[in-house]
C-alpha cells in the first residue's frame, strides 16, 4: 500500500510542476503578444487621433 501512496504523490508533484510550465509558457506567449500588439500601434499611426 505504501508504494501506490508513493506513486500518487509523485504523480502529483509532477502534475503540478507540468502545470506551473504551462502556465508560464502561456504567459511568455501572452507577453510577446502584447509586445506585438505594442510594436504594431508605434510604427502605423493610429487610423484616427485621440485628440480631435
Do not use: W, Y
Not at 509523485?10 to 502545470?19: D, I, Q, S
Not at 506585438?36 to 493610429?46: D, I, K, L, M
Amino acid at each position: 500500500m505504501q508504494n501506490l501512496d508513493d506513486r500518487l504523490a509523485n504523480r502529483r508533484e509532477t502534475l503540478k510542476v507540468a502545470g506551473q510550465g504551462r502556465v508560464a509558457s502561456f504567459e511568455r506567449a501572452a507577453g510577446s503578444i502584447a509586445i506585438g500588439r505594442a510594436r504594431q500601434t508605434h510604427e502605423r499611426p493610429p487610423l484616427e487621433s485621440p485628440l480631435e
